[in-house]
């Protein structure tokens, strides 16, 4: 038998995995909490619906990251207090996010998520761990891949400069 063999679950988790299972967990927490407040800005019935597997999404990953941490012993960080209900004709316009200003937020929390996964597999010896963000990191792909459709259709998408016509190359 080799060095850590056997059932991953069996092993101990390294302190590199504990903290980054854990601030994981955190952030998904704080996602639940953002994302509960920008689906009350949203006007668009289909952000509405990314927004809510956004949040369905964070939910799963703060499940099951707790429960990785309170069966190897280690307190998850708290849980942040429920957003009270708003509807969206009662924020303020000069305090309410667009619909155009929603959509690249959620998009640029999925690419951080794609990189925090990325991480956390490369640093993984766990291979249940490894697994899990693997998992992750696929549902979080799959959600970018809808926003940025959904951003295309809609208008949203404010892309950087394009190279419209390329330049001639030199034959020397």
Not at 118 to 123: A, D, H, T
Not at 133 to 145: E, N
Not at 161 to 172: A, I
Request: glycine residues 8%; charged residues 25%.
């Amino acid at each position: 038998m080799g060095i850590l063999s056997g059932n991953p679950k069996d092993n101990p988790l390294h302190y590199g995995e504990i903290y980054d299972i854990w601030q994981f967990s955190m952030t998904a927490k704080g996602c639940i909490s953002a994302y509960s407040a920008l689906k009350y800005h949203a006007g668009d019935k289909e952000l509405k619906k990314l927004i809510e597997q956004g949040i369905e999404q964070a939910q799963l990953e703060v499940a099951e990251c707790d429960e990785l941490l309170t069966n190897n012993g280690i307190a998850p960080a708290p849980t942040l207090p429920a957003r009270p209900e708003a509807k969206l004709e009662d924020i303020p316009v000069g305090a309410r996010f667009t619909d155009i200003e929603i959509a690249p937020m959620l998009s640029a929390d999925c690419a951080a998520g794609l990189a925090a996964c990325s991480m956390i597999m490369g640093k993984s010896i766990r291979e249940d761990v490894g697994a899990l963000f693997a998992k992750y990191h696929a549902t979080k792909a799959a959600l970018g891949l809808k926003i940025l459709r959904v951003s295309k259709e809609k208008g949203w998408l404010v892309p950087p400069p394009l190279q419209m016509k390329r330049p001639e190359l030199v034959n020397v």
